[in-house]
């Protein structure tokens, strides 16, 4: 396996373990497992601007309903992962609590792991 395909394997596990289970669950120690203290969250969340820092998004998660405990319900896909060197990009569609989330991620491997950096993404009601 070539460094690439392991990267793309590190990432994918990151992601699920992480990212995809952290957000069902609303886990937030999961969640700072696979985000950089210093991310930022942008896009749109049916059709109204979202600018969140990290913290303010994680006060959120710990202040609502779980997908997990809501009975609504949540998918998390991986639709594409490239990565050059030490940094990557991750494409993923979400939904969770009725809303089809496209999210594109900045990731960084620093000191061996894969961690979030920036989040763009839109949310469109289903």
Do not use: C
Request: proline share 3%; hydrophobic share 35%.
């Amino acid at each position: 396996m070539t460094t690439h395909q392991a990267d793309e394997r590190a990432i994918a596990q990151a992601l699920e373990e992480f990212y995809f289970q952290g957000s069902y669950e609303g886990d937030l120690n999961k969640l700072k497992q696979i985000f950089h203290p210093g991310t930022r969250l942008f896009g749109d969340v049916k059709g109204q601007p979202y600018s969140r820092s990290l913290d303010e998004w994680l006060d959120v998660v710990a202040n609502r309903q779980s997908p997990k405990n809501s009975g609504k319900p949540f998918k998390g896909d991986i639709l594409n992962i490239k990565v050059v060197n030490s940094v990557g990009i991750a494409e993923l569609h979400v939904r969770a609590y009725d809303i089809l989330y496209h999210d594109f991620l900045s990731l960084h491997r620093i000191d061996g792991r894969w961690l979030i950096v920036n989040k763009i993404m839109s949310g469109i009601e289903q």
